[in-house]
């Protein structure tokens, strides 16, 4: 034999005669690689070690374990079940076939042989574990893909959306990190939603996850604010504050016109338009685009308005300093049945520390005093 690697099947001939060992090894020699064994211990070795056979021939009658044994304890071991075994016996009785079979031996050949018999029997089970062997490695593959493609695809909307709202973010560049301290403010607080009577059915881990995803895009709107409006360096007056509030519908209609021209139904879309629309409604139907109250305001709009407030009241705004978290979290409790749902703005109070902390970790590139003051307080 040359030096190329022998492609050729390997079977496994399992019997305690010498003489059937040699009689089939000399039959089977010139087309497929032989194995012996003389015993069912062995047979089991050679068939868990890293080198398996592609099937094998099996005596039933054999002393310690006979081979309705040895394939009992092939068949329940994930790495040898799939081996083709093919009964070679002198056991001729109709029981004794029905029994190998039962047990899920491939093929039962009784003795004396017909060698021409065994070379096509061995043929065509190797052919057909070849074929199972192809579609299983071909269904891991197409498995293994669809996952990297699905994390390829994750990948790509994380980005889009982060590169969506930092579109935004960079219009208003007060905000710095803004968009991130708010995506993880609304997961901690929905989180902590999540076992409340009023809220357990909407907010599952799934949909906590594209509440997640969707928080950036709450200001997407602004890039369709007019910059003498959105960078002024002062309050508004009551027609420019008309003007910025429209910033929600712009969003909203961003948004659907992305699902549009989809053609089909995206969760995280929708939830992202929901917060982009209705983010600064209020509890007590005070707020904007459209002035609607309670519960009519989307679970996912309410959380992010506790979130977005939090981080405004806490943050630098040319129209004001920041505020401690102590006078911010004061502020927001006088909002309560007011400008936010008073269950929720509840759970808030017991994460502020957590969300706190969220501000600190994504501080903006100029610090503000009470965050620095924040983080070093933390260190000791």
């Not at 029905?98 to 050949?109: H, M, R, S, V």
């Not at 060698?115 to 070849?130: E, G, M, Q």
């Not at 905000?175 to 907010?203: C, D, M, W």
């Not at 429209?246 to 909203?252: A, C, F, K, L, W």
Request: hydrophobic share 40%; glycine share 4%; aromatic share 6%.
């Amino acid at each position: 034999m040359d030096m190329q690697t022998d492609l050729r099947s390997t079977v496994l001939v399992v019997d305690d005669t010498p003489d059937n060992l040699v009689l089939i090894s000399v039959l089977l020699k010139k087309k497929y690689i032989t194995k012996i064994a003389t015993s069912g211990a062995k047979a089991l070795e050679i068939a868990n070690s890293d080198h398996p056979p592609d099937l094998i021939l099996l005596d039933v009658m054999m002393p310690e374990m006979d081979g309705y044994e040895v394939l009992r304890r092939l068949k329940a071991e994930p790495a040898t079940r799939d081996i083709p075994v093919i009964f070679l016996t002198a056991k001729a009785d109709e029981d004794d076939e029905e029994c190998g079979l039962e047990l899920g031996a491939a093929d039962y050949i009784t003795k004396p042989i017909n060698p021409s018999i065994v070379l096509l029997r061995v043929k065509n089970h190797i052919l057909l574990k070849n074929s199972r062997d192809f579609l299983r490695d071909k269904n891991a593959y197409l498995e293994q893909e669809v996952v990297r493609r699905t994390h390829e695809v994750n990948i790509i909307k994380d980005v889009t959306i982060m590169a969506m709202a930092s579109l935004a973010e960079t219009r208003d560049n007060e905000t710095g990190n803004h968009i991130r301290r708010t995506q993880f403010y609304v997961r901690e607080l929905a989180v902590k939603l999540k076992t409340h009577p009023r809220f357990s059915e909407y907010l599952t881990d799934e949909t906590i996850e594209l509440l997640f995803k969707s928080a950036p895009l709450h200001d997407i709107g602004k890039v369709g604010i007019p910059d003498h409006i959105l960078l002024k360096p002062g309050k508004f007056t009551p027609e420019e504050f008309e003007i910025m509030k429209r910033h929600t519908i712009i969003g909203r209609d961003a948004i659907l016109a992305a699902e549009k021209r989809l053609s089909v139904s995206v969760s995280f879309l929708q939830v992202a338009r929901e917060i982009s629309c209705y983010h600064q409604e209020k509890w007590d139907g005070s707020g904007y685009p459209e002035g609607i109250s309670g519960d009519a305001i989307p679970i996912s709009a309410r959380l992010m308005a506790v979130a977005d407030v939090f981080d405004a009241l806490i943050s630098r705004r040319v129209y004001k300093p920041p505020f401690s978290k102590e006078k911010a979290l004061q502020i927001m409790f006088e909002g309560r049945g007011k400008h936010f749902d008073p269950d929720i703005l509840d759970a808030f109070m017991q994460i502020a520390d957590s969300c706190w902390e969220i501000a600190c970790r994504f501080v903006d590139s100029e610090l503000d005093i009470n965050v620095k003051a924040g983080l070093e307080s933390m260190k000791y």
